[in-house]
């Protein structure tokens, strides 16, 4: 009986020391650069059935930048994480459909973790995750009626920007990274971010965008103590060919 | 040096099969277009199931449900099932009177089918019984009136028979590039697609009147002419078929332009292809719908496109040329090289409009077409250069005579008209 209390109350310990030294990493992204003017979706607008869902001109945004070149959209994501993914357990990730139009179009999400996928609009889509075939992640496409029901995806290997498509409207497209850890943030409207609860220890942190710096990941190095961590980031806007 | 005899002889197997034949492939050609349009508008997946549609047998699916890139996607596997019929009864039709026992027995296997309710589409079992017993029926009584007409010559039977094995395969591959999520399968489809259209046009041609009164050629500047073009016609028609393939290889990476400008290369004449420019380029796409990531391959593959144009280009101009200068302007190879060579010129405008164009969907659709009109061109002045122009070896005499034997029972004799 007393192993059998060892056995479980020790690894409790370690762990509830852990998370009393664990830390938030803080940072913000910036774009370095202008970003290219965004481009007008004509195509929405020339949907007999999408088109008169939207009164003011759709435009696609690949860089969203605010007055402070706050960078939003980019995932932050860190390498050499002793912990494993909690997908099973974690909320569900919701991905909408509104408008023919993915909300939001960058996603990250957990190995594992589901995600939802909503069709509010009185259009039919299909939902389509056209994963890198290198990646061991399953290719799907599957039909959602007007107004139907959800339909939920699972991932089981790591991406990054995981394509997610509409093929009856194709200028749908929504980009989800699968991680393998929970530890992992995408930067807001102002460029920040912040991961709670990161486990002390050294780790390569990593910015990715998909358009900025060539849609490479730019890494820092950092060490997050109990009072946790600071990486900020300057992302290259495009450059001229 | 008339070529073909001032009286036609008659069709070989009627005046309505050739028309028939004819029609088979102009729906061939809009089938190609319709499949042009699918992979501009990129919705080759817009449904997501096969051989139904949404659950539903393909010709019972509501037409409102027919919206966006399902429109493209299903018109064309109607138009393709249109295709298959048009396809299946050139077959029979060729086979004359022998079609009649298998459309008796087909007819009863498709109503045996039908009220055995099909049990391996348990969604749609109902409509696709249906569509089965319509079919049985109507094999079932055209076989009662089936005209007692000779079967055509046998080339033209088992070309026939070719052909419909050909878009069966082809409405498979279609499927089964939707349900395996398989671009190359895209890709063979696509390449099957140009090989299907020059056989459906060629059983076009040999049915018809001219054809058949077609006399080979000999005269002395014939035979200069011979060797050259039965060796260039053919290689410059398999390099356009080479051409196609790595087009539809372009078209099914769905990576959009993999070249932004034209006539350079990222403002090169050889853009630079290092891993860091090439997530430049990625980087600086403005992507309006779904493409994926250009590789330093996709670029290459544009540029070999690129050189293989100029390549065909070159060669046609040769051929125009030669004949120009070595047959005489009535001459039918003559005529169709010119054909050929404003054809050539049509498809490099367009390939360069539709890069200027961002890949516009009808102009990447024409370019489909026109590159479909080239190979077929090519294959039938091939033909031609085989029936018309023999080497000086070969005596007209016996060559008419061969000719003669070749044509079906009760077709009339070619003569000289010399």
Known sequence: MKMYSRFFVVPALIAGLQAA???????????NGNPPPDQVNDLIKADPNCGPLHKDVVKIQFYVVDANKGLKDTIITLKGVAGKSTGEAAPAVVL????????????????????????????????HPAPNPDSGNKEVNKSQMPNGPDISFTFANPERFLKIKCDVHPWMLSWVTVVDNPYFAITGADGSFKIANVPPGKYTIEATHRKASGGKPVTKEIEVTAAGATADFSLDGPKAQ | MPHVKPSLPAAPGGPGLHRFAWLTAGVTL?????????????????????PTTYGYNMFFFPISQWVGGIFYEHTHRL???????????????????KARKLLRWGGVAFLVGAASRP????????????????????????????????????????????AFFGVVLQGVLGGLRVVLFRDGIGVFHAALAQLFLVLVTLIAVFTGRWWAGLIREQSSRGR????????????????IFCQLVVAATMRHQHAGLAIPDFPLAYHQIWPALDPASVATYNANRIETVAVNPITAGQIVLQLVHRLLAVLIFTGIAWVAGSTWRQLTWRHPLTRGAAVWLGLVLLQVGLGAW?????????????????????????????????????????????????????????????????
């Open chain 2, 30 to 50: 809009g089938l190609i277009g319709l499949g042009g349009l699918v992979t501009s508008h990129g919705v080759g997946m817009a449904v997501p199931d096969w």
């Open chain 2, 79 to 97: 138009l393709a099932s249109g295709v298959g019929l048009l396809t299946t009864i050139l077959a029979l039709w060729l086979w004359g009177t």
């Open chain 1, 96 to 127: 909408d459909q509104t408008g023919c139009i993915y909300t939001p179009t960058i996603l990250a999400l957990q190995t594992g973790q589901k995600l939802v996928v909503k069709n509010p609009d009185p259009v039919m889509h299909t939902v």
């Open chain 2, 354 to 418: 539709t890069i200027w164009s961002n890949k516009a969907a009808d102009i990447a659709t024409a370019h489909v077409v026109v590159g479909a009109l080239c190979l077929v061109t090519g294959a039938l002045l091939t033909a031609l250069a085989f029936r018309v122009l023999i080497p000086g070896r070969v005596s007209l005499p016996a060559t008419v005579a061969r000719t003669n034997r070749g044509a079906p029972a009760g077709a009339p004799q070619v003569n000289l008209t010399h």
């Open chain 2, 119 to 162: 049990w391996w589409l348990p969604h749609d079992a109902h409509q696709t019984g249906a569509s089965l017993g319509i079919v049985g029926a109507v094999a079932l009584a055209a076989s009662f009136v089936w005209p007692r007409r000779e079967p055509s010559a046998r080339h033209l039977r088992w070309m026939g028979v070719a």
């Open chain 2, 224 to 239: 200069g002419a011979a060797a050259g073009l039965r060796l260039g016609l053919p290689a410059l028609t398999g390099l």
């Open chain 1, 21 to 31: 030294s664990a830390g938030d990493i803080t940072g913000k992204v910036t774009l």
